[in-house]
């Protein structure tokens, strides 16, 4: 494959498997279904703690 060469769909998904990226199901053997999830680090969960206090006075202990 050359720079200015598009990719094949083969080739594109082969890479993606490399990146250990692959769809959760399969359905009817034609659709790929994907997820991303999405996790809060220590940071964001510091952040909502200091929200839910401002919102209304409430501790969260964690």
């Given at each position: 494959?050359?720079?200015?060469?598009?990719?094949?769909?083969?080739?594109?998904?082969?890479?993606?498997?490399?990146?250990?990226?692959?769809?959760?199901?399969?359905?009817?053997?034609?659709v790929?279904?994907?997820?991303?999830?999405?996790?809060?680090?220590?940071?964001?969960?510091?952040?909502?703690?200091?929200?839910?206090?401002?919102?209304?006075?409430?501790?969260?202990?964690?």
């Amino acid at each position: 494959m050359t720079a200015s060469s598009p990719r094949t769909s083969d080739e594109w998904r082969s890479g993606r498997l490399a990146q250990c990226l692959r769809p959760y199901a399969n359905g009817a053997g034609g659709v790929d279904f994907w997820r991303l999830e999405l996790t809060l680090n220590e940071l964001g969960k510091a952040f909502l703690v200091v929200d839910r206090f401002e919102m209304d006075g409430r501790r969260l202990l964690t």
